[in-house]
């Protein structure tokens, strides 16, 4: 059983980081794609994974969607270190540039995620997802929105 982030107490950082000592389940899209946090800072994030070959699209390469979902987990769990516990957040908007293709030879990933500017009410944030050697592989940016908790 997983622990929504609607069940969180203290703040976000706290929250990340009891996940990275695995003191509370992680991340369910995580869990379905082979990720997992591995790092947490204010500001900052780091997932690690390997896509495994039921991520593989038509042409034989991961597909994008197992990319741009691990990069959004980055930006948005970047953002959550950053807020106190009385605030939330949704993914406003997220943009991915593919740089090389990711197959299952590549071996392990690295996604780091961090605040790139952190307002009141939008969070701008980016993402790069590296092989084991550093090699760019994918880059994204995306804003996310500051909510107030209920």
């Given at each position: 059983?997983?622990?929504?982030?609607?069940?969180?107490?203290?703040?976000?950082?706290?929250?990340?980081?009891r996940i990275v000592r695995r003191e509370i389940p992680g991340v369910p899209i995580g869990e379905l794609?082979?990720?997992?946090?591995?790092?947490?800072?204010?500001?900052?994030?780091?997932?690690?994974?390997?896509?495994?070959?039921?991520?593989?699209n038509l042409i034989g390469i991961v597909h994008g969607g197992w990319a741009a979902s691990i990069l959004?987990?980055?930006?948005?769990?970047?953002?959550?270190?950053?807020?106190?516990?009385?605030?939330?957040f949704t993914t406003l908007d997220i943009r991915i540039n593919y740089l090389r293709p990711?197959?299952?030879?590549?071996?392990?990933?690295?996604?780091?995620g961090r605040v790139l500017h952190g307002g009141r009410r939008v969070a701008l944030c980016e993402a790069k997802l590296t092989d084991r050697e550093g090699r760019l592989l994918a880059?994204?940016?995306?804003?996310c929105l500051v909510l107030p908790r209920e």
């Open positions: 059983m997983n622990i929504a982030a609607a069940q969180r107490t203290g703040s976000g950082l706290d929250f990340v980081q794609l082979g990720f997992h946090v591995a790092e947490a800072e204010a500001g900052r994030v780091v997932l690690e994974g390997q896509p495994d070959r039921r991520s593989y959004d987990t980055a930006l948005a769990l970047a953002t959550l270190s950053t807020l106190d516990e009385k605030s939330s990711i197959t299952v030879e590549t071996g392990a990933l690295r996604a780091e880059h994204g940016t995306g804003s």
